[in-house]
C-alpha cells in the first residue's frame, strides 16, 4: 500500500465508529488478499510446529492438529477467493462475507489455542516455552497480518490471548503454588505480554486505517479539481457559442447595410456603420481566440498534419497581412529559397502562426520600415525568421511575449489593438507541432522571431 | 413557380436570427422562404409548405437541430430532401457530427449575409444533380 508519511492521529470516535460498506469491502479485499499471499508461510509454520509437537511431545496430537489445521486453510482459502471475486456492494452481501470470515478465525484460532493448550497439559505445571511462545507468535502475526479487519483481530486476540493466560493460571490452580513461585512470575509475565500485544496490534491498526484515510482524501481533491476542470472547459465552450448567436445578428445586420443592400446611406451613417462593422469583427476574432486557447491549452486542438511547403505557407501568410501592414506603412521583404522546403503540420494551423508573427512585427514596427522575412536550413532543422526594426525585445519580455492577454506595452493596447493571444496560441500551436518559436533582440535595431522546424524528411516516421 | 431556386424551410428559436436571415436570403437574394420557430413547428408546417430544402439551426431547446431533421426526412416525400445545418459551434468536431447526420453542408455562425444565399442555392443544385428524375414540386 506503500510508504507512510506520517501517521493520522485518530480521535476515539473515529477509531470507534464502525466503517461505512465501501470502507468494509476494501477492508475485506485487503485482508483476504493477504491471507491469499502468505498461505506459503503459514503452511510452513505449521509443518514446523507439528513437528516439534510430534517429535517432543505426542505424534498423535501433532497429526490431529495438522489435519484440522489443514480444513481450516482449506476454508480460510475459500472465502478469501470468494470474498475477492465478489462483485457485490450491497451491505448485507458484505456482512455475509465478514461472517464468513469470522467463522474461518475462529476455526484457525480454535486449532492453534488447542495445540498451544493440548502442549501444555502434556508438559504439566513448568516453564512452559514451547506452547507460551507459538502463541506470542501467533498474536503478533496477528497484529502485522489482521489489522485490516477489526473484528478478525479481535477474535484471534481474545482466544490467544484466554490461552496464553490459561496455561499460567492452570498451573497455579492445579499446584496450589505459594506467591514466590516461579509459576506465578509466568503468570505475570504472560499478562505484561499480552498488554504489549494489543497495543502492537492497536499501533498497525491505526496506521492502516489513517493511510486508506489519505488515500481517500487525495482521491476526493483529484476528483474537485476534475470537475472544476470539466466545468471551466464547458463554459468557455457554451460561452463562445452564446456570444457568437447575438454576434451573428450584429455582423449580418451591420454588413448588409454596409454593402448598401438596405439601401443608400448618407455619409456619416456609412462611417457609423464601418465602425460597427470593424468592432464586431473584432469581437468575433477575440471570442475564436479564446476558444483556440481553450482547445489549444486543454489539448483537444485538432490538427490536420500533412507534408507541406513552408515557403507556400509563407507566402500565404504575407499576402493573408499585407493589407493590414499596408494601412501601418510597414514593408515586407521577402526572400526565399527557389526550392520548396517541407515539413510535417497543419497548414491553416501553420499559416495562423505566421500571420501572427507577421502582424505583430508590422504593429510593433514604425511607419516606412521594412519586415524581413528569410528561411535558413542547417542539418535537418528549417528556420523561418521575421525580422522587424521595431523595440527591441529582451529576455526579461519573454513572458509577455508568450502569456495570454498580455502585450509587451500595455499603455499600447488601445493603439495597436489585440488582445494579445495570438502570441500564446502561436506558441502552444508549435509546441503541438514539435516545433519551437522564440526571439532574439538585433545587434542594430528591432527583434528576430525564429520559427524552427524540423524538415519533412528529419521528421518522417520510419 | 420557379424551379431554380428552392423554397426554403428554415428553423431557428432565435427571433432576430429569423429576421436577419429573411433580410439576407428574401429581400437581397431573393430567395422564397417559410419560417419556423421550433422543430415541432417545422414538423407541422413542411407537409403544408412542401419546401425543397431544409435550413435547421442546431442549438434548440426540446427538440434539436439533428432530431428535428431526422424527424423531418421521415415525413413521406421529404426523405430526400437536401438539408443545411446553421450552428455557432465551430470546431472541427462540431463540423463532423453534423456532417454525418445527414446534412448535405454545414454553415457555421456568424454567416456572411451577402453570399450566403448564392451558397443555399449552390448547395441545393449540387444535391439535385445527384439526385437525377425526382420530383420536386407535388
Known amino acids: ?462 | 413557380m420557379a424551379n431554380d431556386t428552392p423554397l426554403i424551410l428554415q428553423v431557428d428559436d432565435e427571433e432576430d436570427i429569423l429576421a436577419v436571415s429573411k433580410l439576407a436570403l428574401e429581400a437581397v437574394g431573393g430567395l422564397r422562404i417559410v419560417q419556423c420557430s421550433s422543430g415541432a413547428e417545422a414538423l407541422q408546417s413542411a407537409p403544408r409548405e412542401n419546401p425543397d430544402l431544409f435550413l435547421v439551426d442546431v442549438m434548440m431547446p426540446h427538440m434539436d437541430g439533428i432530431e428535428t431533421l431526422r424527424r423531418l426526412r421521415s415525413i413521406e416525400g421529404f426523405e430526400n430532401t437536401p438539408a443545411i445545418f446553421m450552428t455557432a459551434k465551430a470546431t472541427a468536431q462540431d463540423r463532423e457530427i453534423l456532417m454525418r447526420s445527414g446534412a448535405e453542408a454545414v454553415i457555421t455562425k456568424p454567416f456572411d449575409p451577402l453570399t450566403v444565399a448564392s451558397d443555399i442555392v449552390a448547395i441545393w443544385a449540387a444535391s439535385r444533380q445527384s439526385q437525377p428524375g425526382e420530383a420536386t414540386e407535388a
Open chain 1, 1 to 462: 500500500m506503500g510508504t507512510i508519511a506520517a501517521p493520522l492521529v485518530l480521535g476515539e470516535e473515529e477509531r470507534l465508529r464502525p466503517p461505512s460498506t465501501d470502507i468494509l469491502i476494501r477492508h475485506m479485499r485487503d485482508y483476504s488478499q493477504v491471507g491469499i499471499d502468505l498461505v506459503g508461510q503459514r503452511q510452513l509454520i505449521f509443518i514446523f510446529a507439528a513437528a516439534l509437537a510430534g517429535f517432543y511431545y505426542d505424534l498423535r496430537l501433532a497429526v490431529t492438529l495438522l489435519v484440522m489445521i489443514g480444513f481450516s486453510e482449506l476454508f480460510d482459502l475459500w472465502v478469501f477467493r470468494k470474498v475477492i471475486r465478489s462483485e457485490a456492494t450491497d451491505t448485507a452481501a458484505a456482512h455475509r462475507h465478514l461472517a464468513l470470515l469470522c467463522i474461518g478465525t475462529v476455526i484457525s484460532s480454535s486449532v492453534i489455542v488447542t495445540y498451544a493448550v493440548g502442549i501444555a497439559i502434556l508438559q504439566g505445571p513448568t516453564t512452559h516455552f514451547l506452547p507460551l511462545f507459538f502463541l506470542f507468535a501467533a498474536s503478533l502475526f496477528a497484529a502485522m497480518n489482521n489489522h485490516q479487519l477489526l473484528p478478525v483481530l479481535f477474535i484471534r486476540l481474545a482466544m490467544y490471548g484466554t490461552a496464553f493466560l490459561f496455561i499460567p493460571i492452570r498451573d497455579v490452580v492445579i499446584t496450589q503454588a505459594p506467591i514466590r513461585s516461579e509459576l506465578w512470575a509466568q503468570l505475570f509475565t504472560s499478562v505484561f505480554v499480552l498488554f504489549f500485544v494489543v497495543d502492537c496490534s492497536r499501533i498497525y491498526l491505526r496506521f492502516y486505517r489513517s493511510q486508506i484515510l489519505q488515500f481517500q482524501a487525495l482521491q476526493k481533491e483529484h476528483e474537485l479539481s476534475r470537475a472544476a476542470y470539466k466545468a471551466k472547459t464547458e463554459f468557455v465552450s457554451t460561452m463562445s457559442h452564446e456570444l457568437r448567436t447575438p454576434l451573428t445578428a450584429i455582423k449580418a445586420s451591420i454588413e448588409l447595410l454596409d454593402a448598401g443592400k438596405l439601401g443608400d446611406l448618407p455619409a456619416q451613417a456609412k462611417l457609423a456603420v464601418g465602425l460597427a462593422q470593424k468592432n464586431s469583427d473584432r469581437l468575433l476574432n477575440l471570442i475564436t481566440e479564446i476558444l483556440d486557447l481553450q482547445s489549444v491549452e486543454t489539448n483537444v486542438m485538432q490538427f490536420d498534419i500533412a507534408r507541406i511547403d513552408i515557403l507556400d505557407a509563407i507566402r500565404d501568410a504575407v499576402t493573408e497581412i499585407e493589407p493590414y501592414s499596408q494601412r501601418l506603412s510597414v514593408d515586407f521583404d521577402v526572400s526565399l529559397p527557389s526550392e520548396p522546403i517541407y515539413v510535417k503540420a497543419d497548414r491553416k494551423r501553420l499559416i495562423q502562426v505566421f500571420s501572427n508573427i507577421a502582424s505583430n512585427a508590422s504593429k510593433f514596427s514604425p511607419p516606412g520600415s521594412t519586415v524581413r522575412i528569410r528561411v535558413d536550413t542547417d542539418g535537418d532543422r528549417v528556420a523561418v525568421k521575421f525580422i522587424d526594426q521595431g523595440i527591441g525585445l529582451t529576455e526579461a519580455d519573454h513572458r509577455k511575449v508568450f502569456d495570454p492577454f498580455t502585450q509587451v506595452d500595455s499603455s499600447d493596447t488601445r493603439k495597436i489593438g489585440g488582445a494579445g493571444l495570438g502570441m500564446s496560441i502561436s506558441k502552444r500551436i508549435m509546441d503541438a507541432l514539435e516545433g519551437t518559436i522564440s526571439y532574439q533582440r538585433n545587434s542594430d535595431i528591432g527583434t528576430t522571431f525564429f520559427v524552427t522546424f524540423p524538415r519533412w524528411d528529419a521528421a518522417r516516421p520510419s
